[in-house]
């Protein structure tokens, strides 16, 4: 009769010593999670602690994949938090920030987006005035006031172009912030009643057609 062979990365295959260091990494990796829950620990705390018992863990499974989830099942170890955690590869806390910035990236583009629209419509409506005043009705009055259109857009911009500079994706933020900055600093230069030129019209509404769907796209790519 034939005996049967372990498999080298089955859990009764690891020797005990190493199956302590195992079961004592995840351990210290579920207190750590509950503690973190329960607001015991700092998320600063959290964060370095997390950290190191990732690394620990990642050099063991670099060596034998999976061996934490089959320690666990072998053994039926209690540690959903700590299984989780090693899934996901970073610290909650890391990912709560990712999931904030990617909340406010959200928010900035729709923003963004009524900003861009408002200032093509009021370009293709032929509006040209800096700050348009007069008999037109209030919305068309405040959709004509170019200035104020193109600021509020630029600094939109800005605060996207930050937050994208952070995940290092932040080129086609900064391309339309440089070419719609320079309108905003010509038309700073010209008093409210200065007219644009028809030719400059029609470049700032197609400079600013241009930087929306760049933006657009790159975000689209990005996503």
């Not at 970073?90 to 987006?113: C, D, G, I, R």
Request: proline share 3%.
């Amino acid at each position: 009769m034939e005996s049967v062979q372990e498999e080298p990365d089955s859990p009764s295959s690891i020797d005990v010593e190493r199956a302590a260091n195992i079961y004592s990494l995840l351990q210290a990796l579920e207190h750590l999670e509950q503690s973190f829950v329960s607001g015991d620990v700092t998320t600063k705390e959290y964060n370095e602690e997390c950290t190191e018992l990732l690394s620990l863990c990642h050099i063991i499974e670099e060596a034998t994949p999976n061996v934490f989830e089959k320690i666990a099942k072998e053994y039926d170890v209690k540690c959903p938090l700590a299984l989780n955690r090693l899934k996901r590869g970073a610290p909650a806390s890391s990912t709560m920030k990712q999931q904030s910035s990617k909340n406010n990236e959200t928010y900035l583009m729709f923003e963004l987006s009524e900003h861009f629209i408002t200032l093509v419509d009021a370009l293709k409506l032929g509006c040209s005035l800096v700050e348009e005043v007069g008999t037109l009705s209030l919305i068309l009055k405040y959709r004509s006031q170019l200035y104020p259109l193109i600021h509020e857009l630029v600094a939109s911009l800005s605060c996207l172009q930050k937050l994208l500079s952070e995940s290092g994706n932040s080129q086609a933020a900064t391309s339309a912030l440089e070419k719609l900055g320079e309108w905003r600093s010509k038309l700073e230069k010209m008093a409210a009643y200065d007219k644009l030129e028809e030719t400059d019209r029609r470049q700032l509404a197609m400079d600013t057609e241009a930087a929306y769907g760049a933006l657009k796209v790159s975000l689209r790519m990005q996503g």
